[in-house]
């Protein structure tokens, strides 16, 4: 049983942050105390029990009925819950406010770094980053030497509940925005996997199906567009329609979130276009989870400029130049999203060093949340000790942490940096087309329990 330690880098101070996050941590044991018991289960050991008339799957220590009719798991990329809370009072978002009033609405909470990696990894095996071993976008690999991108299934620890499905004979689809999701996503999974950035070149060896843009009825969306979500979104209808898979997982990109606030005029046009996909889906019979892998929040000052606190800097000057190795687990290579700008940030740092000094250090500075050691960050954000480093610093709200301000281009950012990555963003919204029952209605749920509730709890 996964255990929350208590953390005394968090409990020192009499701050209203520090009493937020007091409370935030109380919410999190009281989730942890409830949370099924994540045992790492062996692909093999996975097995459909016969019953005729409720067949369960275990995956990763626990359990999932099969679907009653086909299921849909959407994941919203960077979905703060104020943007449907906006677009509703506005008046755009007509299913959105139905799912919520006639269906089932939570708020929950997403793993922690809270980032687009870590958290659609947690979803599609119902398990924290402890587990499944993705903790972040890009790591440093102690076993090369390497800074890497964290994408290949090569570092995943365990299966996901999709394959799980699939093994079992379901027909499952997943479509993502960006490539670099699609063969974590698509570890091991029989059926039908793509992206929309490279939807021109699915193939039915690689991606189980073929001429994707023709069924899709859309061109080729650029990257950085608010059409690769909708080209998701519009492959999932068309899906639905024509091969009607037992379970399909819709996995956007941020895009518009890193640009607009909610509220904006583009990003209610986002969700209202999300709105009439998602009512098509409903339509056709499909019962559907949405969740989010993150949220998002404003990381500038009034002038306009981001507010970074840079730690590579921070750290060469306290202890000589280099000795420190800051990573950013949200580096990616979409750098015109954030300019590799977050809310988290790990450090390795020579043997020798006073660790429970330097994060006691750290957590003093001004726009610095939360500072942990290795052990404590593994523990409390359930993260595997030997994929992060030495400590891990979160800042805060209005925050980012860069390396060394020589390192970041930020000639990309087009508008007021809008980024994610920190506990500030780790409320998600978690709704459902149709009614939970049989839960307890105290449980603080995670965005990873999405196919738990949707399987387990409707219908
Ligand atoms: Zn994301």
Redesign the pocket.
């Given at each position: 049983m996964l255990r929350t330690a208590s953390c005394p880098a968090m409990l020192a101070g009499g701050s209203r942050i520090l009493r937020g996050l007091r409370r935030k941590q109380l919410d999190y044991e009281h989730a942890q105390k409830r949370m099924v018991p994540i045992e790492q289960e062996n692909l093999s050991e996975r097995h459909p029990m016969t019953t005729q008339s409720s067949p369960v799957l275990h995956v990763n220590g626990r359990s999932y009925r099969w679907m009653s009719g086909p299921t849909v798991v959407v994941c919203v990329?960077?979905c703060e819950y104020d943007y449907i809370t906006a677009a509703v009072q506005a008046g755009v978002v007509p299913y959105f406010q139905e799912m919520i009033t006639s269906g089932t609405a939570y708020v929950a909470d997403c793993v922690m770094p809270s980032?687009?990696n870590p958290?659609n990894l947690s979803i599609v095996t119902g398990t924290p980053p402890a587990v499944h071993g993705i903790c972040g976008n890009y790591f440093y690999d102690p076993d090369t030497g390497q800074e890497v991108m964290m994408n290949d299934p090569t570092y995943l620890r365990t299966g996901t509940i999709l394959a799980a499905f699939a093994d079992a004979g379901a027909k499952v689809a997943v479509v993502t925005a960006k490539d670099k999701l699609r063969t974590l996503l698509g570890h091991k999974l029989v059926g039908v996997c793509f992206s929309a950035e490279k939807a021109d070149q699915a193939s039915l060896a690689e991606n189980g199906i073929a001429n994707v843009l023709e069924l899709v009825g859309l061109p080729l969306p650029s990257v950085y567009s608010a059409e690769l979500s909708e080209f998701v979104f519009a492959a999932g209808v068309k899906l639905m329609e024509s091969r009607r898979p037992d379970l399909l997982y819709l996995s956007t990109t941020?895009y518009i979130q890193h640009k607009a606030a909610p509220g904006a005029a583009t990003a209610n046009a986002f969700y209202a276009m999300m709105d009439t996909y998602l009512a098509r889906l409903g339509a056709l019979g499909a019962t559907i989870a949405l969740t989010a892998?993150?949220g998002m929040n404003a990381k500038h000052g009034p002038d306009g400029q981001p507010n970074v606190l840079y730690l590579q800097d921070m750290l060469d000057s306290w202890l000589g130049a280099d000795a420190a190795r800051v990573i950013l687990p949200i580096t990616d290579p979409y750098v015109v999203h954030h300019g590799a700008l977050g809310s988290f940030a790990l450090a390795y740092l020579p043997s020798g060093t006073d660790m429970a000094g330097l994060v006691q250090r750290l957590s003093a500075v001004p726009g610095i949340a939360l500072a942990l050691t290795r052990a404590e960050a593994a523990k409390h954000f359930e993260l595997p000790a030997d994929r992060i480093g030495d400590i891990a610093v979160v800042s805060e709200r209005h925050v980012v942490i860069g390396t060394s301000a020589a390192r970041h281009d930020l000639s990309g950012l087009d508008a007021p940096l809008r980024s994610?990555g920190g506990l500030s963003e780790q409320q998600v919204p978690l709704l459902f087309n149709r009614k939970v029952t049989a839960v307890d209605r105290a449980r603080h749920w995670r965005n990873f329990d999405a196919f738990d509730l949707v399987l387990n709890h409707i219908g």
């Amino acid at each position: 049983m996964l255990r929350t330690a208590s953390c005394p880098a968090m409990l020192a101070g009499g701050s209203r942050i520090l009493r937020g996050l007091r409370r935030k941590q109380l919410d999190y044991e009281h989730a942890q105390k409830r949370m099924v018991p994540i045992e790492q289960e062996n692909l093999s050991e996975r097995h459909p029990m016969t019953t005729q008339s409720s067949p369960v799957l275990h995956v990763n220590g626990r359990s999932y009925r099969w679907m009653s009719g086909p299921t849909v798991v959407v994941c919203v990329d960077g979905c703060e819950y104020d943007y449907i809370t906006a677009a509703v009072q506005a008046g755009v978002v007509p299913y959105f406010q139905e799912m919520i009033t006639s269906g089932t609405a939570y708020v929950a909470d997403c793993v922690m770094p809270s980032f687009t990696n870590p958290n659609n990894l947690s979803i599609v095996t119902g398990t924290p980053p402890a587990v499944h071993g993705i903790c972040g976008n890009y790591f440093y690999d102690p076993d090369t030497g390497q800074e890497v991108m964290m994408n290949d299934p090569t570092y995943l620890r365990t299966g996901t509940i999709l394959a799980a499905f699939a093994d079992a004979g379901a027909k499952v689809a997943v479509v993502t925005a960006k490539d670099k999701l699609r063969t974590l996503l698509g570890h091991k999974l029989v059926g039908v996997c793509f992206s929309a950035e490279k939807a021109d070149q699915a193939s039915l060896a690689e991606n189980g199906i073929a001429n994707v843009l023709e069924l899709v009825g859309l061109p080729l969306p650029s990257v950085y567009s608010a059409e690769l979500s909708e080209f998701v979104f519009a492959a999932g209808v068309k899906l639905m329609e024509s091969r009607r898979p037992d379970l399909l997982y819709l996995s956007t990109t941020d895009y518009i979130q890193h640009k607009a606030a909610p509220g904006a005029a583009t990003a209610n046009a986002f969700y209202a276009m999300m709105d009439t996909y998602l009512a098509r889906l409903g339509a056709l019979g499909a019962t559907i989870a949405l969740t989010a892998d993150h949220g998002m929040n404003a990381k500038h000052g009034p002038d306009g400029q981001p507010n970074v606190l840079y730690l590579q800097d921070m750290l060469d000057s306290w202890l000589g130049a280099d000795a420190a190795r800051v990573i950013l687990p949200i580096t990616d290579p979409y750098v015109v999203h954030h300019g590799a700008l977050g809310s988290f940030a790990l450090a390795y740092l020579p043997s020798g060093t006073d660790m429970a000094g330097l994060v006691q250090r750290l957590s003093a500075v001004p726009g610095i949340a939360l500072a942990l050691t290795r052990a404590e960050a593994a523990k409390h954000f359930e993260l595997p000790a030997d994929r992060i480093g030495d400590i891990a610093v979160v800042s805060e709200r209005h925050v980012v942490i860069g390396t060394s301000a020589a390192r970041h281009d930020l000639s990309g950012l087009d508008a007021p940096l809008r980024s994610h990555g920190g506990l500030s963003e780790q409320q998600v919204p978690l709704l459902f087309n149709r009614k939970v029952t049989a839960v307890d209605r105290a449980r603080h749920w995670r965005n990873f329990d999405a196919f738990d509730l949707v399987l387990n709890h409707i219908g």
